[in-house]
Nanobody, 127 residues
Framework: QVQLVESGGGLAQAGGSLRLSCAAS????????MGWFRQAPGKERVFVAT????????RYADSVKGRFTISRDNAKRTVYLEMSSLKPEDTAVYYC????????????????????WGQGTLVTVSS
């Protein structure tokens, strides 16, 4: 079982930056691939970024490529999402999620492949 707690959300101006963190419980953090998803008001939850258990592979949604960076610190059992050049359309609740790398070894963009989810953190970008 993995518990995930996001933090770092808040209000930012367009063009600004924010860093989200997701702290995980459990001793086997490195065996989980991690992902960030987001859900804007009135819309479905969508993929943002994902990272392998070792941290050496990443994948991004086209909408955030070049602006967002996902990383992880396995010693701290934490995954990060650095967001820069923020746009109003980045406004959403951001969710951290974990997938079992033994079952889903690829950099999945499908939320159905993620077993554990955090409660979400709200990011609001003003124009």
């Amino acid at each position: 079982q993995v518990q995930l707690v996001e933090s770092g959300g808040g209000l930012a101006q367009a063009g600004g930056s924010l860093r989200l963190s997701c702290a995980a419980s459990g001793r086997t953090f490195s065996t989980y691939g991690m992902g960030w998803f987001r859900q804007a008001p009135g819309k479905e939850r969508v993929f943002v970024a994902t990272i392998s258990g070792s941290g050496d592979s990443t994948r991004y949604a086209d909408s955030v490529k070049g602006r967002f960076t996902i990383s992880r610190d396995n010693a701290k059992r934490t995954v990060y999402l650095e967001m820069s050049s923020l746009k109003p359309e980045d406004t959403a609740v951001y969710y951290c999620a974990a997938r079992d790398s033994a079952l889903v070894p690829w950099l999945s963009v499908s939320d159905g492949n993620y077993k554990f989810w955090g409660q979400g953190t709200l990011v609001t970008v003003s124009s």
